[in-house]
């Protein structure tokens, strides 16, 4: 599947004022075609008509294009008038997603991944564990922290490090933990007990964060609030305070 790209630049005849239009602003219509020799040929008229924003005269951006064989450029006719353009426009081709499920299935990029999620946060569960910990990592890594994913080990405790600079220049460390488990795995208290333990290791974090696609247990939650040294050490996210993270999130 394909559809038309780029942008056009105009300058007024009359007055010289400038801008551009991109092309998903024109209008599109499929005004006819024929059979030819390698197949049907089909042709596009794109339009924009719009009044000149210094001077007020009418512009016509206008071009003629060819489709020929199927899903291919052929030729582009220029039929503006009332200014003077550069650029035509441009085919593109475009991946066929009709869902959120498509989408975690054929996205390009984490970023194009977590806006899918964005809108069906429940995939969260069906997308791998390592793709989960990409995720986060995106997120945190929007938020101003360095981070680093870590390979794949069965040691545990550190699946991102990540550390955050204040305004003062303070750095902080932190090991984040990624459990992308079924709504009804609730995350128990012996994961929150051994990702603490990490803290006591050389060069340990300043804290440590265990995020999940389900819940917690209350012997976990318990644990954190009056069993660890401070509840300043560890952060449990679950999958709510992901959803949050989700419709926060902003590519930068």
Not at 24 to 47: K, N, P, Q, W
Request: aromatic content about 12%; charged content about 30%.
């Amino acid at each position: 599947m394909w559809g038309f790209k780029g942008q056009i630049d105009y300058v007024c005849d009359n007055c010289g004022d400038s801008d551009e239009i991109p092309i998903d602003d024109f209008s599109v219509e499929c005004t006819g075609g024929s059979e030819r020799g390698m197949g049907a040929e089909s042709i596009y008229e794109l339009i924009y008509e719009f009044e000149c924003a210094r001077c007020n005269q009418d512009i016509l951006l206008s071009f003629e294009v060819s489709e020929y064989p199927a899903e291919v450029f052929n030729f582009a006719i220029n039929n503006s008038s009332g200014a003077t353009t550069k650029g035509e426009p441009e085919f593109e081709y475009l991946r066929e997603i009709y869902s959120a499920y498509d989408l975690i299935t054929f996205y390009e990029s984490i970023p194009e991944l977590i806006s899918a999620l964005r809108s069906s946060p429940d995939l969260m569960r069906e997308i791998t564990p390592r793709e989960f910990e990409a995720v986060v990592t995106e997120i945190f890594r929007s938020k101003g922290f360095e981070v680093d994913l870590t390979k794949r080990t069965s040691d545990g405790g550190k699946d991102i490090i990540a550390i955050h600079t204040d305004g003062l220049g303070i750095r902080n460390k932190y090991f984040i933990e990624c459990k992308r488990y079924a709504e009804d795995n609730k995350v128990g208290v012996a994961l929150v007990r051994a990702l603490q333990g990490v803290k006591n290791i050389k060069d340990g974090p300043n804290k440590t964060i265990l995020v999940t696609t389900s819940s917690f247990t209350s012997g976990a939650k318990n644990y954190v609030e009056n069993e660890a040294s401070s509840k300043w050490d560890m952060t449990l996210a679950d999958y709510d305070d992901l959803v949050g993270w989700l419709n926060d999130y902003q590519e930068s």
